[in-house]
Protein backbone atom coordinates (compact mmCIF):
# COMPACT_ATOMS: atom_id res chain seq x y z
CA UNK A 1 0.00 0.00 0.00
CA UNK A 2 1.10 3.93 -0.57
CA UNK A 3 2.33 4.91 2.47
CA UNK A 4 3.69 8.57 3.06
CA UNK A 5 6.11 7.74 5.36
CA UNK A 6 8.11 5.81 2.63
CA UNK A 7 10.69 6.99 1.64
CA UNK A 8 14.21 6.62 -0.96
CA UNK A 9 15.58 2.51 -0.45
CA UNK A 10 18.80 4.44 -0.04
CA UNK A 11 17.97 6.04 3.07
CA UNK A 12 19.83 3.43 5.58
CA UNK A 13 19.20 3.63 9.49
CA UNK A 14 22.97 3.79 10.30
CA UNK A 15 22.60 7.47 8.46
CA UNK A 16 20.51 8.71 11.24
CA UNK A 17 22.11 11.75 12.89
CA UNK A 18 23.08 9.67 16.25
CA UNK A 19 24.16 7.06 14.65
CA UNK A 20 26.10 8.93 11.83
CA UNK A 21 28.05 11.21 15.07
CA UNK A 22 28.95 7.79 16.96
CA UNK A 23 30.63 7.26 13.94
CA UNK A 24 31.96 10.49 13.31
CA UNK A 25 33.27 10.81 16.59
CA UNK A 26 35.02 7.22 16.73
CA UNK A 27 36.78 8.31 12.98
CA UNK A 28 37.75 11.53 14.58
CA UNK A 29 39.46 9.58 17.56
CA UNK A 30 40.76 7.16 14.84
CA UNK A 31 42.45 10.10 12.85
CA UNK A 32 43.73 11.95 16.27
CA UNK A 33 45.53 8.00 17.24
CA UNK A 34 47.28 7.97 13.70
CA UNK A 35 48.18 11.86 13.77
CA UNK A 36 49.58 11.38 17.89
CA UNK A 37 52.88 10.67 16.62
CA UNK A 38 53.25 14.30 15.39
CA UNK A 39 51.69 16.05 17.92
CA UNK A 40 53.09 14.59 20.55
CA UNK A 41 55.98 17.59 20.92
CA UNK A 42 53.16 20.17 20.73
CA UNK A 43 51.10 18.90 23.40
CA UNK A 44 53.91 18.51 25.52
CA UNK A 45 54.81 21.86 25.34
CA UNK A 46 51.25 23.21 25.83
CA UNK A 47 51.00 20.35 29.19
CA UNK A 48 48.79 17.80 27.42
CA UNK A 49 48.92 15.19 29.70
CA UNK A 50 50.23 12.48 27.12
CA UNK A 51 49.82 9.71 29.44
CA UNK A 52 46.20 9.67 29.67
CA UNK A 53 45.33 10.58 25.70
CA UNK A 54 47.58 7.36 25.07
CA UNK A 55 45.75 4.99 27.21
CA UNK A 56 42.48 6.15 26.02
CA UNK A 57 43.82 5.99 22.63
CA UNK A 58 44.77 2.43 23.13
CA UNK A 59 41.15 1.27 23.24
CA UNK A 60 40.58 3.44 19.70
CA UNK A 61 40.48 0.67 17.47
CA UNK A 62 38.15 -1.32 19.81
CA UNK A 63 35.82 1.38 20.27
CA UNK A 64 35.60 2.05 16.59
CA UNK A 65 34.85 -1.71 15.47
CA UNK A 66 32.15 -2.07 18.34
CA UNK A 67 30.45 2.06 16.97
CA UNK A 68 30.38 0.51 13.33
CA UNK A 69 28.66 -2.81 14.84
CA UNK A 70 25.85 -1.13 16.79
CA UNK A 71 25.31 1.40 14.12
CA UNK A 72 25.11 -1.18 11.14
CA UNK A 73 22.95 -4.00 13.11
CA UNK A 74 19.60 -2.17 12.29
CA UNK A 75 19.94 -2.58 9.04
CA UNK A 76 21.20 -5.46 8.47
CA UNK A 77 18.58 -6.68 10.76
CA UNK A 78 15.37 -5.19 8.93
CA UNK A 79 16.85 -6.19 5.74
CA UNK A 80 16.52 -9.99 6.99
CA UNK A 81 13.13 -10.06 9.36
CA UNK A 82 11.38 -6.94 8.67
CA UNK A 83 10.00 -9.07 5.86
CA UNK A 84 8.70 -11.64 8.41
CA UNK A 85 7.72 -9.41 11.03
CA UNK A 86 10.01 -7.88 12.96
CA UNK A 87 12.48 -4.69 13.10
CA UNK A 88 14.65 -3.50 15.50
CA UNK A 89 14.14 -0.77 18.05
CA UNK A 90 16.27 1.21 20.09
CA UNK A 91 15.67 -1.15 23.27
CA UNK A 92 15.84 -4.32 21.65
CA UNK A 93 18.86 -6.24 23.03
CA UNK A 94 21.87 -5.67 20.31
CA UNK A 95 23.24 -9.25 21.46
CA UNK A 96 19.91 -11.12 20.54
CA UNK A 97 19.70 -9.30 17.53
CA UNK A 98 23.32 -10.02 16.38
CA UNK A 99 22.89 -13.64 17.39
CA UNK A 100 19.75 -13.78 15.26
CA UNK A 101 21.60 -12.15 12.09
CA UNK A 102 24.41 -14.43 12.68
CA UNK A 103 22.06 -17.64 12.11
CA UNK A 104 20.25 -15.83 9.58
CA UNK A 105 23.07 -14.95 7.56
CA UNK A 106 24.22 -18.78 7.41
CA UNK A 107 20.52 -19.87 6.07
CA UNK A 108 19.07 -20.86 9.56
CA UNK A 109 16.44 -18.61 9.30
CA UNK A 110 14.24 -20.60 11.30
CA UNK A 111 17.05 -21.01 13.99
CA UNK A 112 17.21 -16.65 14.05
CA UNK A 113 13.09 -16.45 14.75
CA UNK A 114 12.65 -19.37 17.12
CA UNK A 115 16.15 -16.95 19.04
CA UNK A 116 14.04 -13.60 18.75
CA UNK A 117 11.15 -15.62 19.81
CA UNK A 118 12.46 -16.46 23.23
CA UNK A 119 13.60 -13.04 23.77
CA UNK A 120 9.91 -12.04 23.96
CA UNK A 121 8.97 -14.47 27.42
CA UNK A 122 6.63 -12.79 29.72
CA UNK A 123 9.59 -11.41 31.94
CA UNK A 124 10.52 -9.45 29.14
CA UNK A 125 7.41 -8.28 27.98
CA UNK A 126 6.29 -7.52 31.64
CA UNK A 127 10.00 -5.44 31.49
CA UNK A 128 9.50 -3.63 28.65
CA UNK A 129 5.75 -2.46 29.20
CA UNK A 130 6.64 -0.94 32.20
CA UNK A 131 8.99 0.88 30.11
CA UNK A 132 6.10 1.91 28.09
CA UNK A 133 4.35 3.72 30.58
CA UNK A 134 7.05 6.78 30.03
CA UNK A 135 4.06 7.51 27.75
CA UNK A 136 1.50 9.02 29.18
CA UNK A 137 -1.06 8.12 26.73
CA UNK A 138 0.00 4.20 27.10
CA UNK A 139 -0.81 4.55 30.81
CA UNK A 140 -4.42 4.19 30.79
CA UNK A 141 -4.09 1.03 28.30
CA UNK A 142 -1.54 -0.98 30.98
CA UNK A 143 -4.44 -2.49 32.56
CA UNK A 144 -5.82 -4.24 29.48
CA UNK A 145 -1.70 -4.91 28.54
CA UNK A 146 -1.76 -6.35 32.02
CA UNK A 147 -4.52 -8.71 30.71
CA UNK A 148 -3.20 -9.33 27.74
CA UNK A 149 0.34 -10.43 29.01
CA UNK A 150 -1.89 -13.29 31.12
CA UNK A 151 -2.95 -14.39 28.08
CA UNK A 152 0.63 -14.62 27.08
CA UNK A 153 1.71 -16.27 29.48
CA UNK A 154 -0.76 -19.16 29.77
CA UNK A 155 -0.25 -19.54 26.08
CA UNK A 156 -3.89 -17.80 25.36
CA UNK A 157 -2.44 -16.38 22.20
CA UNK A 158 -5.83 -16.30 20.50
CA UNK A 159 -7.35 -13.99 23.38
CA UNK A 160 -3.78 -11.87 23.63
CA UNK A 161 -2.70 -11.12 20.19
CA UNK A 162 -5.95 -9.28 18.82
CA UNK A 163 -5.82 -6.98 22.76
CA UNK A 164 -2.29 -6.13 22.12
CA UNK A 165 -2.87 -5.33 18.18
CA UNK A 166 -5.83 -2.99 19.48
CA UNK A 167 -3.75 -1.31 21.83
CA UNK A 168 -1.06 -0.25 19.25
CA UNK A 169 -4.11 1.03 16.89
CA UNK A 170 -5.79 3.05 19.45
CA UNK A 171 -2.41 4.60 20.92
CA UNK A 172 -0.94 5.37 18.00
CA UNK A 173 -4.32 6.98 17.01
CA UNK A 174 -4.07 9.51 20.11
CA UNK A 175 -0.76 10.20 19.41
CA UNK A 176 -0.70 11.01 15.43
CA UNK A 177 -3.48 13.29 16.60
CA UNK A 178 -1.02 15.58 18.83
CA UNK A 179 1.98 14.97 16.55
CA UNK A 180 0.20 15.20 12.88
CA UNK A 181 -2.64 17.01 13.48
CA UNK A 182 -5.27 13.34 12.80
CA UNK A 183 -6.34 10.39 14.15
CA UNK A 184 -5.03 8.04 12.40
CA UNK A 185 -4.39 4.39 13.67
CA UNK A 186 -1.94 1.95 13.17
CA UNK A 187 -3.87 -0.15 10.54
CA UNK A 188 -4.25 3.30 8.55
CA UNK A 189 -3.26 3.92 5.39
CA UNK A 190 -1.92 7.21 5.41
CA UNK A 191 -0.67 6.65 9.55
CA UNK A 192 2.72 8.58 9.33
CA UNK A 193 5.14 6.64 11.68
CA UNK A 194 8.23 8.70 11.12
CA UNK A 195 10.14 10.54 13.32
CA UNK A 196 13.70 12.50 13.17
CA UNK A 197 16.68 10.16 14.54
CA UNK A 198 14.98 7.16 14.99
CA UNK A 199 16.16 3.61 14.93
CA UNK A 200 12.45 2.18 14.79
CA UNK A 201 10.53 5.58 13.67
CA UNK A 202 12.37 4.84 10.14
CA UNK A 203 11.15 4.07 6.73
CA UNK A 204 13.34 0.88 7.26
CA UNK A 205 11.97 0.19 10.36
CA UNK A 206 7.69 0.81 10.98
CA UNK A 207 7.45 2.38 7.96
CA UNK A 208 8.16 -1.10 6.70
CA UNK A 209 6.67 -2.98 9.06
CA UNK A 210 3.15 -1.27 8.82
CA UNK A 211 3.11 -2.28 4.96
CA UNK A 212 3.77 -6.14 6.02
CA UNK A 213 1.25 -6.17 8.88
CA UNK A 214 -1.65 -4.41 7.08
CA UNK A 215 -1.42 -6.27 4.31
CA UNK A 216 -5.16 -6.92 2.29
CA UNK A 217 -6.46 -10.62 4.00
CA UNK A 218 -9.70 -11.27 1.86
CA UNK A 219 -9.91 -14.61 1.94
CA UNK A 220 -10.74 -17.11 4.99
CA UNK A 221 -7.28 -18.73 5.67
CA UNK A 222 -7.29 -21.67 8.58
CA UNK A 223 -3.95 -22.76 7.69
CA UNK A 224 -1.16 -21.40 10.88
CA UNK A 225 0.41 -17.81 9.66
CA UNK A 226 3.83 -16.72 11.20
CA UNK A 227 3.11 -12.86 10.61
CA UNK A 228 0.16 -10.81 12.40
CA UNK A 229 -1.63 -9.57 9.62
CA UNK A 230 -4.06 -6.64 11.65
CA UNK A 231 -6.73 -7.50 8.92
CA UNK A 232 -6.44 -10.87 8.85
CA UNK A 233 -6.95 -11.81 12.61
CA UNK A 234 -9.35 -8.63 13.62
CA UNK A 235 -11.60 -9.40 10.77
CA UNK A 236 -11.81 -13.16 10.91
CA UNK A 237 -9.95 -14.02 7.64
CA UNK A 238 -6.55 -15.18 9.41
CA UNK A 239 -8.12 -18.03 11.53
CA UNK A 240 -4.63 -19.86 11.86
CA UNK A 241 -2.74 -16.87 14.26
CA UNK A 242 -3.18 -18.50 17.74
CA UNK A 243 0.46 -19.27 18.17
CA UNK A 244 3.80 -17.79 20.19
CA UNK A 245 5.46 -16.34 17.08
CA UNK A 246 2.65 -14.41 15.98
CA UNK A 247 1.90 -13.09 19.92
CA UNK A 248 6.07 -12.68 19.60
CA UNK A 249 5.60 -10.74 16.43
CA UNK A 250 3.08 -8.43 17.99
CA UNK A 251 4.40 -7.27 21.12
CA UNK A 252 7.68 -6.79 19.54
CA UNK A 253 5.28 -4.34 16.59
CA UNK A 254 4.13 -2.55 19.68
CA UNK A 255 7.38 -2.26 21.78
CA UNK A 256 8.83 -0.73 18.46
CA UNK A 257 6.03 2.06 18.81
CA UNK A 258 7.70 3.26 21.87
CA UNK A 259 10.18 5.70 20.25
CA UNK A 260 7.36 7.10 17.91
CA UNK A 261 5.65 7.47 20.86
CA UNK A 262 7.74 9.54 23.01
CA UNK A 263 8.84 11.74 20.56
CA UNK A 264 5.40 11.90 19.05
CA UNK A 265 4.56 13.22 22.40
CA UNK A 266 6.87 15.79 23.23
CA UNK A 267 6.69 17.33 19.61
CA UNK A 268 10.02 15.80 19.20
CA UNK A 269 8.90 14.38 15.74
CA UNK A 270 11.03 16.96 13.40
CA UNK A 271 14.59 17.70 13.81
CA UNK A 272 15.91 20.31 15.83
CA UNK A 273 18.61 23.35 14.93
CA UNK A 274 22.00 22.03 13.35
CA UNK A 275 24.35 21.13 15.81
CA UNK A 276 28.38 22.30 15.21
CA UNK A 277 30.81 19.79 14.55
CA UNK A 278 33.33 19.06 17.45
CA UNK A 279 36.52 21.18 17.04
CA UNK A 280 39.92 19.55 17.89
CA UNK A 281 40.20 21.37 21.11
CA UNK A 282 36.98 19.85 21.97
CA UNK A 283 38.07 15.93 21.50
CA UNK A 284 40.88 16.99 23.36
CA UNK A 285 38.76 18.46 26.20
CA UNK A 286 36.19 15.09 25.83
CA UNK A 287 39.25 12.93 25.79
CA UNK A 288 40.50 14.96 29.61
CA UNK A 289 37.30 15.00 31.47
CA UNK A 290 36.76 11.24 29.83
CA UNK A 291 39.79 10.48 31.86
CA UNK A 292 39.07 12.42 34.72
CA UNK A 293 35.83 10.73 34.97
CA UNK A 294 37.35 7.15 34.71
CA UNK A 295 39.83 7.77 37.42
CA UNK A 296 37.39 8.98 39.43
CA UNK A 297 35.22 5.78 38.95
CA UNK A 298 38.27 3.87 39.80
CA UNK A 299 38.47 5.36 43.01
CA UNK A 300 34.47 5.23 43.77
CA UNK A 301 33.61 3.31 46.36
CA UNK A 302 30.46 2.18 47.84
CA UNK A 303 29.02 3.69 51.11
CA UNK A 304 28.17 0.90 54.16
CA UNK A 305 24.87 3.17 55.22
CA UNK A 306 22.30 1.68 57.88
CA UNK A 307 19.20 3.76 58.14
CA UNK A 308 18.29 3.79 61.71
CA UNK A 309 22.02 4.04 62.76
CA UNK A 310 23.76 6.00 60.19
CA UNK A 311 21.14 8.76 59.17
CA UNK A 312 17.65 8.98 60.20
CA UNK A 313 14.83 6.79 59.40
CA UNK A 314 12.79 9.10 58.46
CA UNK A 315 13.20 12.92 58.79
CA UNK A 316 13.64 16.40 56.81
CA UNK A 317 15.70 17.20 54.12
CA UNK A 318 18.50 19.02 56.39
CA UNK A 319 18.87 16.29 58.61
CA UNK A 320 20.88 14.34 55.31
CA UNK A 321 24.07 14.78 53.98
CA UNK A 322 24.59 18.03 51.96
CA UNK A 323 24.54 16.43 48.43
CA UNK A 324 23.49 13.01 49.06
CA UNK A 325 20.84 10.96 47.53
CA UNK A 326 19.12 10.38 50.39
CA UNK A 327 18.88 13.76 50.92
CA UNK A 328 17.04 14.31 47.22
CA UNK A 329 14.65 11.96 48.09
CA UNK A 330 13.60 12.77 51.74
CA UNK A 331 13.13 16.33 49.95
CA UNK A 332 11.23 14.55 47.08
CA UNK A 333 8.83 13.10 49.78
CA UNK A 334 8.87 16.45 51.57
CA UNK A 335 7.07 17.60 48.16
CA UNK A 336 4.78 14.93 47.83
CA UNK A 337 3.65 15.07 51.44
CA UNK A 338 2.68 19.05 50.42
CA UNK A 339 1.43 18.03 46.99
CA UNK A 340 3.86 20.16 44.99
CA UNK A 341 3.80 18.61 41.99
CA UNK A 342 5.72 21.31 39.99
CA UNK A 343 8.84 21.19 42.47
CA UNK A 344 8.41 17.64 42.35
CA UNK A 345 8.97 17.59 38.94
CA UNK A 346 12.47 18.93 38.80
CA UNK A 347 13.61 16.02 40.68
CA UNK A 348 12.43 13.98 38.17
CA UNK A 349 14.61 12.89 34.88
CA UNK A 350 12.33 12.46 31.67
CA UNK A 351 12.57 8.57 30.03
CA UNK A 352 15.50 10.14 27.64
CA UNK A 353 17.54 11.27 31.01
CA UNK A 354 17.96 14.34 29.42
CA UNK A 355 15.60 16.89 30.79
CA UNK A 356 13.79 17.13 33.92
CA UNK A 357 9.72 15.45 33.71
CA UNK A 358 7.17 17.48 32.56
CA UNK A 359 5.29 18.65 36.11
CA UNK A 360 1.78 17.09 34.23
CA UNK A 361 2.82 13.61 34.04
CA UNK A 362 3.85 13.78 37.56
CA UNK A 363 0.84 14.73 38.70
CA UNK A 364 -1.14 12.41 36.75
CA UNK A 365 1.47 9.72 38.23
CA UNK A 366 0.76 11.11 42.01
CA UNK A 367 -2.62 13.15 42.80
CA UNK A 368 -4.55 10.66 43.84
CA UNK A 369 -2.12 8.88 46.11
CA UNK A 370 -1.19 10.92 48.93
CA UNK A 371 2.11 10.52 51.26
CA UNK A 372 1.05 10.61 54.98
CA UNK A 373 5.03 9.03 56.14
CA UNK A 374 8.01 7.26 55.03
CA UNK A 375 10.62 5.11 56.32
CA UNK A 376 14.10 4.10 54.24
CA UNK A 377 14.52 0.21 54.84
CA UNK A 378 18.30 -0.02 52.90
CA UNK A 379 20.91 2.05 50.58
CA UNK A 380 22.59 0.33 48.32
CA UNK A 381 25.40 2.88 46.21
CA UNK A 382 25.64 0.49 43.12
CA UNK A 383 27.44 2.04 40.86
CA UNK A 384 29.22 5.76 40.92
CA UNK A 385 26.42 7.27 39.63
CA UNK A 386 23.83 5.05 40.43
CA UNK A 387 21.94 4.80 44.15
CA UNK A 388 19.18 2.29 44.88
CA UNK A 389 17.18 3.14 47.82
CA UNK A 390 14.47 1.06 49.67
CA UNK A 391 11.48 3.07 51.53
CA UNK A 392 8.61 1.91 52.83
CA UNK A 393 5.93 4.33 51.75
CA UNK A 394 2.80 4.88 53.99
CA UNK A 395 0.16 6.39 51.82
CA UNK A 396 -3.45 7.27 51.87
CA UNK A 397 -5.46 6.03 48.51
CA UNK A 398 -9.01 6.61 47.92
CA UNK A 399 -9.64 7.52 52.26
CA UNK A 400 -7.50 3.77 53.09
CA UNK A 401 -4.26 4.03 54.59
CA UNK A 402 -1.98 1.78 52.65
CA UNK A 403 1.66 0.63 53.06
CA UNK A 404 3.77 -0.61 50.24
CA UNK A 405 7.55 -1.11 50.15
CA UNK A 406 9.06 0.64 46.97
CA UNK A 407 12.75 0.70 45.29
CA UNK A 408 13.60 3.63 44.36
CA UNK A 409 16.62 4.33 41.94
CA UNK A 410 18.47 7.63 41.84
CA UNK A 411 21.46 8.92 38.90
CA UNK A 412 23.80 11.42 39.44
CA UNK A 413 24.24 13.74 36.33
CA UNK A 414 26.34 16.73 35.42
CA UNK A 415 24.75 19.80 34.12
CA UNK A 416 25.01 18.61 30.72
CA UNK A 417 22.76 15.80 31.63
CA UNK A 418 25.53 12.94 31.52
CA UNK A 419 26.15 10.35 34.53
CA UNK A 420 29.40 11.67 36.74
CA UNK A 421 30.27 10.40 40.07
CA UNK A 422 28.47 11.79 42.92
CA UNK A 423 29.85 14.90 44.29
CA UNK A 424 31.04 16.33 41.04
CA UNK A 425 30.74 18.78 38.42
CA UNK A 426 28.27 21.07 39.95
CA UNK A 427 25.55 17.27 39.83
CA UNK A 428 22.40 16.87 40.90
CA UNK A 429 20.22 13.73 41.90
CA UNK A 430 17.62 12.65 40.21
CA UNK A 431 14.79 9.64 40.46
CA UNK A 432 14.64 7.40 37.49
CA UNK A 433 12.12 5.42 37.96
CA UNK A 434 9.52 8.04 39.59
CA UNK A 435 6.77 7.01 37.44
CA UNK A 436 6.97 3.51 38.94
CA UNK A 437 4.14 3.67 41.81
Same mark, same amino acid.
Not at 15 to 44: V, Y
Not at 87 to 111: C, F, N, P, R
Not at 365 to 370: G, W
Not at 378 to 393: M, P, R, S
Given at each position: ???????????????????? $????????????????? &???????????????????????????????????????????????????????????????????? %??????????????????? +?????????????????????????????????????????????????????????????????????????????? %???????????? $??????????????????????????????????????????????????????????????????????????????????????????????????????????????????????????????????????????????????? +?????????????????????????????????????????????????????????????????????? &??????
Amino acid at each position: MDNAILVSKSNKIQDIPSLK $KARSDAKNLETLKKAMP &ILRPGLRLIGGDIDQIDRLLEEVDDMVESVNDLATIPDRFNDHFAPLGWIMYEEMDHHVAKTALEKAD %SGDIEGAEACLVDYYEPEM +VQQKLQRMMHIVEFRSRMPLAQKALIDYREERYHACVPVVLALADGLVNELHLKARGKRLGFSAEAVDLAAWDSVSAH %SKGLGELVCILM $KDRKKTTTQQITIPFRHGIMHGMDLGYDNKKVAAKTWAALFALRDWGLKAEKGAINPPSEEKNPTVSDIFNKIKKNEETKKRQQDWKPRNIKPGQDIPVSGKPDQYDAGSPEQTLAEFFGLWIEKNYGFMAKICISSDLKSISNPRD +VNLSYKNKLLEGFEFKEIKDQAAAITVITVLLICRISGEETKRTSEFRLIYLDPDWRPEVRGYSNGKWFI &INWDML
